[in-house]
C-alpha cells in the first residue's frame, strides 16, 4: 500500500507538473544528429524536455532507463538497456524481463543505477528532475522526456532511433504507425454531430475528467468523437478536473471511457462503491445506453510506443459496434 500511494501521488503531482510545461516540440527540438565518425562534432545533441541541451561526443553503449513511458520505443527500435526501472503495474518489453532493475520509476536506486556506469539515463520530468545535480557530478547525461501524448510517442520514437544508432528503422516504424491510424480513422463514418464523450480517469479513490491532450483524448478526437468535458469550467490540474456528478450529467456524454492508473478492477470497485447507486449515474446516456468502455491501461495510460496504433483500433471496434443512432 505504501508503494501503491506514492505511485499515486507521483501520477497526480506529475499530471499537474508536466501538462502544463512545454510543448512536444520544445522537448526535442533542435535535434541535431551527426556522425559519429567526425571528430569535430558530438555524436548526437538534443533539447529534453526540461529544456537542458544534452550532448555526447559518441554512440552510447551503456544506457539506462528510468522512464518507464519510453522502454517500448526503445527496445521498438532496437535499444538494448543496461538498466530500467522495477515494474509496477506495468509490464516492460519482453526484451526488458531479465535487464537488471534500478528501482521503481519514482523510487529510483542511484546506487545500482551508478554500479551500472551508464554513458546515458532517460529520465522523466518530474520524477528524475531532482536528481539531475547528481548526474552532473558524476559527468553522466541525463534527457527527461514527456510522453503526454501522441505526438510525444512519435518524437521519442524518432529520438530513440537516433540514440541508438537506428533512425530508418525509427521513420519507418513511424510511418507505419501513422498508415495503419489513418487507416482506422477512415473506417470511422462521418456523421452530421460528432458524438460527444468523456474520460474518467480513475487514480486510487479519486476520479478526474481529462480535458486537454493525452494518449486516450488524442485517439477519441482522431476517432471523430467530441470531448464533452471541454466545457466544464472549475479547478483544474493542468486538464485533469475533478469529478463532478452534476457536471458529468449537465454534459451528459454519448461515450464514457473510464481509465485506471492502478487496475481496471480497482476502478470498477471505485465506479460500484461510488457511483452506481446513485440515481444520477443511472440517468447517463452512456450508461443507460451500455456505451460505458474501461479501456486498458497498456493501451491509453502507458505509452505503448508504436503499438499505439493497436490503441486507436480498439477504441475504434468500440465506436463502431456501439454507434448512437
Excluded at 501522441?150 to 518524437?155: G, L, P, S, W
Excluded at 479547478?235 to 475533478?242: H, K, L, Q, T, V
Excluded at 492508473?261 to 470497485?269: D, I, L, Q, R, V
Amino acid at each position: 500500500m505504501k508503494h501503491r500511494f506514492k505511485f499515486i501521488i507521483s501520477i497526480l503531482v506529475t499530471i499537474l507538473i508536466v501538462c502544463g510545461c512545454q510543448s512536444t516540440s520544445q522537448q526535442q527540438g533542435n535535434i541535431e544528429n551527426v556522425a559519429a565518425n567526425d571528430s569535430a562534432k558530438p555524436y548526437l545533441t538534443f533539447k529534453d524536455f526540461d529544456g537542458e541541451i544534452v550532448t555526447f561526443q559518441e554512440k552510447p553503449q551503456r544506457i539506462v532507463i528510468l522512464n518507464e513511458q519510453v522502454l517500448h520505443s526503445f527496445y521498438q527500435v532496437g535499444g538494448k538497456a543496461v538498466g530500467v526501472p522495477t515494474p509496477f503495474n506495468i509490464d516492460p518489453p519482453a526484451e526488458a524481463k531479465d535487464v537488471p532493475k534500478v528501482g521503481l520509476m519514482h523510487e529510483v536506486n542511484m546506487e545500482k543505477v551508478f554500479e551500472l556506469k551508464p554513458e546515458l539515463v532517460i529520465g522523466q520530468r518530474f520524477d528524475h528532475g531532482k536528481l539531475r545535480g547528481m548526474f552532473k557530478e558524476a559527468n553522466i547525461p541525463l534527457a527527461n522526456l514527456n510522453t503526454q501524448s501522441i505526438e510525444d510517442i512519435k518524437q521519442n520514437t524518432i529520438l530513440m532511433g537516433k540514440i541508438t544508432g537506428n533512425e530508418q528503422k525509427a521513420k519507418e516504424l513511424v510511418d507505419k504507425m501513422n498508415s495503419d491510424i489513418n487507416q482506422t480513422i477512415a473506417q470511422i463514418p462521418d456523421q452530421k454531430e460528432m458524438p460527444t464523450y468523456a474520460i474518467l480517469t480513475v487514480m486510487g479513490d479519486t476520479a478526474y475528467v481529462e480535458q486537454s491532450s493525452t494518449i486516450a483524448v488524442d485517439i477519441a478526437d482522431q476517432l471523430k468523437l467530441r470531448n464533452a468535458t471541454v466545457s466544464i469550467v472549475g479547478e483544474a490540474f493542468a486538464g485533469y478536473i475533478p469529478f463532478s456528478m452534476e457536471e458529468m450529467v449537465m454534459i451528459n456524454p454519448d461515450y464514457l471511457f473510464i481509465l485506471s492508473h492502478t487496475t481496471n478492477e480497482e476502478a470498477e470497485e471505485m465506479i460500484e462503491k461510488n457511483f452506481k447507486s446513485n440515481p444520477a449515474w443511472k440517468s447517463l446516456s452512456a450508461v443507460s445506453n451500455d456505451r460505458m468502455f474501461f479501456l486498458p491501461k497498456h493501451k491509453f495510460a502507458i505509452a505503448p510506443g508504436v503499438d499505439v496504433a493497436e490503441s486507436y483500433k480498439y477504441m475504434a471496434d468500440l465506436i463502431t459496434a456501439s454507434q448512437p443512432n
